[in-house]
C-alpha cells in the first residue's frame, strides 16, 4: 500500500493482524552500510543486538525498524492531519513483515531518577493519563459502586421522584467526617440567617456560641429548608437545591423527615451511598509526580523506609549495652541508655542480658514506649517514648547527618496505602475495563524469557 492509497483510509490496515505473528521479518536492508541484509526477529520477547562499532547495529534498529513502524503510524492519519505532521521517508530496505507500532528509547543516559519508568521516559504514560482522564469511569474507594454525577435539574427531578409527598429536608453538607468545635463555623451559618443544622445525625437549633466536641469527627449540614416536594411547585424546590448545592460545595443531602432516609446528590462525582466525592479527574490526578495525583504516605514514590524490629536490631543475642540496638551502639552515658535502663528497672531485667532473653513486654515497651504513673502520686509519672518513636523523629531531623545515621536502619517495604503503585486511592479508583492505571505498566509480556526478570505482578 502507497501513502496515496491509506489517505482515504486512516486506518492501519498492515498492522491489524500482527498480534499473532511471530517473527518481524526484514528484507534487504540498505540504511547507512547496511548490506542488503534479510533476518527474522522473534516477536514479543527480549531480543538484543550486539557487535562492534559501525557494524550497523543502531542503522538496524532505530533508523530501518522504527523508522519504518513510526512511517506506518503517520500513514493512519488523514491526510489533513499529515500535512501538518510532515512526511517521513521510507527507510532504504525491501520489505518489513510483522512490525507493529513502536516506540524508541535512545541510548543516552537518562537521570537514574526513581520516579522515571519505560513509560515516564518514552511518555506512553502521559497518553494514558490523558486517556484516564478523558475516559475512565470512576468507583468509590468504600463501597466499590459507580460514582455518578449529576445536573441540578437531574438532581430535582430525582428528588420529586423519591421524595414527592413527603415530608423533606433539603440540607446543605458543610463538614464531613472531620474533627474540631466548629464555634466559628456555626456563627458564620447564624449570620447568614439560618436557624437549624443537623449535627452527626441530630436537627437542632442554632443558637450563639454554640460548639461540639473538638476532638470527636463531625458530619455538619445546614438545614435549607422543610418542605413536601410536589412537581406543581417545583420552583420552590428547584431554588432550595440550588441553594444547599451552593453552601454544599456542589454537594446536596436531601432527608425524609419520618423515616431518617437520606439521599446524597453532586455535581461532582460521588458515590451516592456514602457522599464521598471525587473531584474531576485530571491528567495530573494519574501523576505520581504530582500532588494532585501523588500516594499522601509514600509521596509517590511507591515505597517507604521502615523501621523495623530486625533492622535495628539484627542480632538478638547481642545485649543492649554490647550495641543489641545498632543504631544506638553501645552503651554510653547519654540519655537514651539512662532511659532504657530505667525502663527495664520496672521490668526487673537489665541492658546486660541477651536482648532475645528480655521478657517480651518490657522488649515492647522498650521498643513501643511506657508510661507509669508514680504510685503516691507524688512524683511526675515515669514516660519513656520508645526507642522507635525515638529513631522516627531522627528520620525527619534538619540534620542530613541525623537522618542519614538512622536511614542506614531502615528497609524498603512497598508502600501500605497504594500498595506500590503510588497514586492516591481516589486516583486507582478511575477504572478502564476494570483496570486502574497502575495496573497497565506492571503488565508482563507473552512469551517473556525464562530467566529475565519481570514487572511485579499483583
Ligand atoms: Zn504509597
Not at 508502600?415 to 495496573?439: M, Q, T, V
Request: with cysteine; proline share 6%; glycine share 6%.
Amino acid at each position: 500500500m502507497t501513502p496515496k492509497d491509506s489517505a482515504a483510509t486512516p486506518v492501519a490496515k498492515q498492522n491489524s493482524s500482527t498480534v499473532d505473528v511471530p517473527f518481524i521479518e526484514v528484507y534487504g536492508a540498505r540504511e547507512h552500510n547496511l548490506k542488503n541484509i534479510s533476518l527474522k526477529i522473534p516477536r514479543n520477547q527480549l531480543v538484543v543486538f550486539t557487535g562492534i562499532s559501525g557494524s550497523g547495529k543502531s542503522s538496524l534498529a532505530f533508523d530501518t525498524i522504527y523508522a519504518e513502524g513510526q512511517r506506518r503510524y503517520m500513514e493512519t492519519f488523514s491526510a489533513y492531519a499529515r500535512s501538518f505532521l510532515g512526511g517521513l521517508e521510507r527507510p532504504n530496505v525491501d520489505k518489513i513483515e510483522g512490525l507493529s507500532p513502536v516506540i524508541s528509547i535512545e541510548q543516552k543516559t537518562t537521570s537514574r531518577n526513581p520516579r522515571s519508568t519505560v513509560g515516564t521516559i518514552t511518555e506512553i504514560y502521559d497518553f494514558l493519563r490523558l486517556l484516564y482522564a478523558r475516559t475512565a469511569e470512576a468507583f468509590s474507594y468504600v463501597t466499590g459502586e459507580k460514582m455518578i454525577k449529576q445536573s441540578d435539574d437531574q438532581i430535582v427531578q430525582h428528588v420529586l421522584e423519591h421524595f414527592s409527598g413527603k415530608k423533606t429536608i433539603v440540607l446543605a453538607p458543610v463538614v464531613k467526617g472531620r474533627k474540631g468545635h466548629y464555634r466559628e463555623l456555626f456563627e458564620q451559618i447564624r449570620k447568614m440567617g439560618f436557624l437549624r443544622a443537623r449535627i452527626d445525625g441530630e436537627l437542632v437549633e442554632l443558637t450563639p456560641k454554640m460548639q461540639v466536641d473538638r476532638y470527636k469527627i463531625h458530619d455538619i449540614e445546614i438545614v435549607i429548608d422543610k418542605l413536601v416536594p410536589s412537581v406543581e411547585d417545583r420552583y420552590r424546590l428547584s431554588t432550595s437545591i440550588q441553594n444547599a448545592l451552593q453552601h454544599g460545595k456542589g454537594t446536596v443531602l436531601v432527608l425524609d423527615a419520618d423515616t431518617n432516609a437520606t439521599q446524597f446528590y453532586s455535581r461532582h462525582l460521588m458515590d451516592p451511598a456514602t457522599g464521598i466525592a471525587y473531584d474531576d479527574p485530571a491528567p495530573n490526578t494519574f501523576s505520581f509526580n504530582s500532588p494532585y495525583g501523588a500516594c499522601p504516605v509514600c509521596n509517590g514514590l511507591g515505597e517507604i523506609e521502615e523501621l523495623t524490629e530486625d533492622s535495628i536490631a539484627p542480632d538478638k543475642s547481642l545485649s543492649i549495652s554490647r550495641g543489641g540496638i545498632a543504631p544506638l551502639g553501645e552503651y554510653r552515658d547519654i540519655w537514651i541508655f539512662s532511659q532504657i535502663t530505667a525502663l527495664l528497672k520496672r521490668h526487673k531485667t537489665s541492658l546486660t542480658v541477651p536482648i532475645s532473653e528480655i521478657p517480651a513486654q518490657a522488649w515492647h515497651d522498650l521498643l513501643y514506649g511506657f508510661e507509669e504513673e508514680d504510685p503516691k502520686g507524688k512524683r511526675e509519672p515515669f514516660i519513656f517514648e520508645g526507642v522507635m518513636s525515638f529513631l522516627k523523629k531522627q528520620l525527619e531531623s534538619d540534620s542530613e547527618n541525623v537522618r542519614a545515621w538512622v536511614q542506614e536502619y531502615t528497609t524498603q517495604s512497598t508502600c501500605p496505602e497504594c500498595n506500590g503503585y503510588r497514586l492516591k486511592k481516589e486516583s486507582l479508583h478511575f477504572k478502564l475495563d476494570d483496570k486502574h492505571i497502575g495496573s497497565w505498566p506492571k503488565w508482563t509480556l507473552p512469551n517473556w524469557p525464562p530467566g529475565w526478570p519481570t514487572w511485579k505482578s499483583d
